[in-house]
């Protein structure tokens, strides 16, 4: 499985990078939505963790523009947040998310956590 991560913070990047790790996980990583839209297109990862607060291209901005290309549109999208409530995670489903992993998390089960959600998408 191949996984992209989307953070602005090189350190949650890291951690998460770290935790996704094995031996049938490639995890590659991005600073920004637009560093993200062009990874997608050129790595074709199997899910992407998108955080939602990013300076210049947010979460919401950048999931809408990955469903807006065909070669992007397909690829299963979990929001990664500081900040959420149980409305917002409806409305954030609602987007085309298939789910939300709150920060701070667990680096031991982070893994387990994208699966299960996949799993469900």
């Given at each position: ?19 996704l ?25 199997d ?29 299963p ?18 987007l ?6 709150m ?19």
């Amino acid at each position: 499985m191949k996984i992209l991560v989307v953070d602005d913070d090189e350190n949650i990047r890291l951690i998460a990078s770290y935790s996704l790790v094995g031996d049938d996980v490639h995890v590659i990583e991005a600073a920004s939505g637009a560093a993200a839209l062009e990874l997608a297109k050129d790595e074709v990862p199997d899910v992407i963790l998108l955080d939602m607060m990013m300076p210049n291209m947010d979460g919401k901005t950048t999931l809408a523009r990955l469903k807006e290309c065909p070669e992007t549109k397909p690829i299963p999208v979990i929001f990664f947040t500081a900040k959420v409530q149980a409305h917002e995670m409806e409305t954030y489903i609602g987007l085309g998310a298939a789910g939300v992993i709150m920060k701070p998390f667990d680096p031991i089960s982070l893994l387990d956590q994208v699966v299960v959600m996949l799993e469900k998408h």
